[in-house]
């Protein structure tokens, strides 16, 4: 199933109203619309662990691009009316385009623009969740100039910001590295060795792409099957982002 759907402020797991829940329980006063591909994916679970009382509509799922989330927004913005959308890509490829490449910008640039209107539109805030740098030089510039078209367009329409908390809590200020110093809760057990923690896949042909640490291709759609510093970071900083939108 492509989409997740998760009700973040009720009880249940599954997002049903526990027996004492009231008609204005069923529906948060703070709802996110979440959009993204294996980063959002990967983290999100955390994210919505710190979005506990709102209503979250996770549509992040791996290999995603804005062309996939387009026939989707506008009913997802008429029947979930979320008052924050988050939007997250590291640049994959719709059909036919090149990375890198003039099409492969004005692919993205014209997407953006679409969803930006349209969430814009309803009065809901749209956040852009700045993409983690990749290792692969070629593939890290398109999510440099990806942000950048997001930048353009945040100063084009109200309620549009770009942050970049998740991308710095991954990363080296905005530089790609795979390690990053233990914080609180990184332990020797789950990976802290001479103060150091994988943020990033460190193993495997998916190295310098993924957040869990031996990559996604082997445990897909299953969680990471080990402890992942990089999937707690930045789905914490993705939930700080939505919050304070």
Same mark, same amino acid.
């Given at each position: 199933m492509?989409?997740r759907?998760?009700?973040?402020a009720?009880?249940?797991?599954?997002?049903?109203?526990?027996?004492?829940?009231?008609a204005a329980?069923a529906?948060?006063?703070?709802?996110?619309?979440?959009?993204?591909?294996?980063?959002m994916?990967?983290s999100?679970?955390?994210?919505?662990?710190?979005?506990?009382?709102?209503?979250?509509?996770?549509?992040?799922?791996?290999?995603y691009?804005?062309?996939?989330?387009?026939?989707?927004? #506008?009913?997802?913005?008429?029947t979930?009316?979320?008052?924050?959308?988050?939007?997250?890509?590291v640049?994959?490829?719709?059909?036919?385009?090149v990375?890198?490449?003039?099409?492969?910008?004005?692919?993205y640039?014209?997407?953006l623009?679409?969803?930006?209107?349209?969430?814009?539109?309803?009065?809901a805030?749209?956040?852009?969740? #700045?993409?983690p740098?990749? #290792?692969?030089?070629?593939w890290?510039?398109?999510?440099t100039?990806?942000?950048?078209?997001?930048?353009?367009?945040a100063t084009?329409?109200?309620n549009?910001?770009?942050?970049?908390?998740?991308?710095?809590a991954?990363?080296n200020?905005?530089?790609?590295?795979?390690?990053?110093?233990c914080?609180?809760?990184?332990?020797?057990?789950?990976?802290?060795?001479?103060?150091?923690?994988?943020?990033?896949?460190?193993?495997?042909?998916?190295t310098?792409?993924?957040?869990?640490?031996?990559?996604?291709?082997?445990?897909?759609?299953?969680?990471?099957?080990?402890?992942s510093?990089?999937?707690?970071?930045f789905?914490t900083?993705?939930?700080?982002?939505?919050?304070a939108?």
């Amino acid at each position: 199933m492509r989409c997740r759907l998760i009700i973040a402020a009720l009880a249940a797991a599954c997002g049903l109203a526990g027996a004492h829940a009231t008609a204005a329980d069923a529906v948060p006063a703070r709802r996110a619309l979440i959009y993204g591909d294996s980063i959002m994916w990967e983290s999100s679970g955390q994210a919505v662990q710190h979005l506990r009382t709102w209503g979250v509509l996770n549509a992040a799922y791996p290999g995603y691009a804005p062309c996939d989330w387009l026939p989707r927004v #506008a009913s997802d913005l008429a029947t979930f009316r979320p008052t924050v959308v988050a939007v997250e890509t590291v640049g994959n490829l719709c059909a036919g385009t090149v990375r890198d490449t003039p099409a492969y910008y004005a692919q993205y640039t014209a997407d953006l623009t679409t969803i930006t209107q349209e969430v814009s539109a309803t009065g809901a805030h749209l956040v852009f969740i #700045a993409g983690p740098p990749i #290792a692969d030089p070629t593939w890290d510039q398109a999510v440099t100039n990806i942000i950048a078209i997001e930048t353009q367009l945040a100063t084009q329409y109200p309620n549009v910001t770009v942050d970049d908390s998740a991308r710095n809590a991954v990363s080296n200020q905005g530089i790609y590295t795979g390690y990053l110093p233990c914080q609180t809760g990184d332990t020797r057990a789950r990976g802290c060795t001479n103060h150091l923690i994988a943020v990033r896949t460190v193993t495997g042909p998916q190295t310098g792409l993924h957040l869990c640490p031996p990559g996604l291709a082997m445990t897909f759609p299953f969680a990471c099957p080990v402890y992942s510093s990089g999937e707690r970071r930045f789905g914490t900083a993705v939930a700080a982002t939505i919050r304070a939108a």
